[in-house]
């Protein structure tokens, strides 16, 4: 169901594309991992995975399993709660292998938190927790980099600023790119495999900032 609201809602937030390397293909038991820059993205990427015929379970912080009928569709669609913070935070990788195991695709935010600027533009993913890592290690699992573009024009700022941004965005009609890298199989040394998979993702967000950039010009 989450999926659906997406694909339907995002177009009519922006002018909405996606495009993928030749070589991408979202395999039952890939991890995608997106860069994330706002509190909308989230619907961004469950739309473009959308596209390419998948339907993922996703690892998102565990406040939206307390929000009224959100939560759940969350429950019934086996998407993973993560309890940062908490002594249950490492279940949810754990939950995470469960479902690649069973052939589900996984999406799965390295950097773990949004950006705390309050400005519109789009900047380069952050520092990535080693979450991503560590989950390909123990399963085998290929990463798939995502890069997203464009969400920030549609919410960003302080929360009146957000949802201003939302009420606007069909009249505004933000343009907001998703680019798909090839997957990949990250390097069993955690360290390594986080700066692997922190310079693929941001050459799949360089990838769909140039699409806008090309757009706009």
Do not use: C
């Not at 937030?13 to 495009?19: A, P």
């Not at 991992?33 to 565990?62: I, K, M, Q, Y």
């Not at 009928?69 to 019934?76: I, M």
């Amino acid at each position: 169901m989450l999926s659906a609201v997406a694909r339907t809602v995002v177009p009519v937030l922006g002018r909405f594309t996606v495009t993928a390397d030749e070589a991408t293909v979202l395999a039952p038991g890939s991890i995608v991992a997106p860069n994330h820059s706002s509190l909308v993205d989230p619907g961004v990427v469950l739309a473009a995975v959308r596209r390419l015929g998948v339907e993922p379970v996703v690892l998102a912080t565990a406040g939206l399993w307390r929000v009224p009928l959100l939560g759940g569709a969350l429950v019934r669609e086996g998407h993973i709660p993560v309890h940062r913070g908490t002594e249950r935070a490492a279940r949810a990788l754990g939950a995470a292998a469960d479902a690649l195991a069973a052939g589900r695709v996984v999406v799965l935010y390295p950097e773990g938190r949004l950006p705390r600027r309050v400005d519109a533009a789009d900047s380069a993913p952050g520092p990535f927790r080693t979450g991503l890592a560590r989950l390909a290690a123990t399963t085998g699992a290929p990463v798939v980099p995502l890069g997203q573009a464009g969400a920030r024009r549609i919410s960003s700022g302080s929360t009146a600023k957000q949802l201003a941004g939302l009420a606007t965005a069909p009249l505004r009609r933000p343009a907001v790119h998703v680019h798909f890298g090839a997957p990949l199989l990250l390097d069993p040394d955690v360290d390594t495999a986080t700066a692997q998979a922190r310079a693929a993702v941001t050459a799949a967000w360089r990838t769909a900032a140039a699409h806008l950039a090309t757009r706009r010009a």
